[in-house]
């Protein structure tokens, strides 16, 4: 039977983070018989293949989580073509990027904190109704007003 | 042995081996599963166990509820701009000047322009550091607490340079 080093003798306590440490000392050994390695190596690839876990195939989550992070880029390219050639097309493109940006990372925090049904929906609710807002308002400020880009300017020249 | 321990698989049970052999996917997803875990919990009443208030804080966490945070004020700050302009009667540049007049003084000025300017500085370079995590990079200790300190400097120095102006 594959003998097995428990995970807390093995991790090093209170280890001093700013020194350089190998990685592999703080993953758990195991030892085990040479023939076992195959079908080890196989549950391991078992383990990170995506595609058998979950009940259904949806790749929703995944697709989410992806277009976070590319709107994360477009958001950052954004900020110098904001300042170097500043208009109404970066002021809507910048209403939107920000507000869906935000609604995002605010469903993110709800995941987080809130749980039970009714609360979810509840919340789900209360940050859509607060991200349409904020887009109208914003949509309304470039369109009757200065602009974000030209507001930011006015508000630094204080 | 070697290339196994950098795999980090653990095994409790050897007997494990035989069920991954045949391994079933599971019927349900992560969200039902934590799902699941809540109900349980709240209908047994159980109370939650102490965390943030006994685990010994570190940088990297800091920054993390850091991140957070800035990025929840600045969503706040964002929505509470939107509906004042939905809402307040007059223009931006009246808004403005009311604050002029009100003779705010330059430190209490340059401290709301650092706090601002932090914020967005700090969320945009810890943002950055998230990303490189995103495609996998950087996740060595030392390597996170590196990035950490970069963000924090690049941060503090930006803000002043933005405050400065």
Known sequence: ???VIRLSSVCRRGFK????????????LVVVPKHRDQRHLLAAQIHSSQTLYGGSDSKAASLHWTA??????????????????????????????????????????????VHGETKEKMASAGLF???????????YFNYSDVGICRAVALLWSK | ???????????????????????APMGTTAKQEMNKFWDKNAKLNRPMSPHITIYKWSVPMMMSITHRGTGVGLSGAISAFALAALVLPGNYPYYLDLLHSLSIGPYLLGLTKFGLAFSVSYHTYNGI????????????????????????????????ALALL
């Open chain 2, 1 to 23: 042995l070697a290339t196994f321990a950098r795999q980090g698989v653990c095994l409790s049970r050897p007997h494990h081996n035989l069920l991954y052999r045949h391994a």
């Open chain 1, 68 to 113: 976070e992070r590319v709107l994360s880029v477009l958001l950052l390219a954004m900020g110098p073509v904001a300042y170097l050639s500043p208009g109404p097309l970066i002021d809507y493109s910048l209403a939107a990027a920000l507000t869906l940006h935000g609604h995002w990372g605010l469903g993110q925090v709800l995941t987080d904190y």
């Open chain 1, 129 to 139: 109704l607060l991200s349409t807002v904020t887009f109208a308002g914003l949509c």
């Open chain 1, 17 to 28: 983070p700013l020194l350089y440490q190998s990685a592999l000392l703080a993953r758990p």
């Open chain 1, 1 to 3: 039977m594959a003998a």
């Open chain 2, 129 to 160: 550091r998230h990303l490189f995590w995103d495609v996998g990079k950087g996740f060595k200790i030392p390597e996170v607490y590196r990035s950490g300190y970069i963000v924090i400097g690049l941060s503090l120095i930006t803000s002043v």
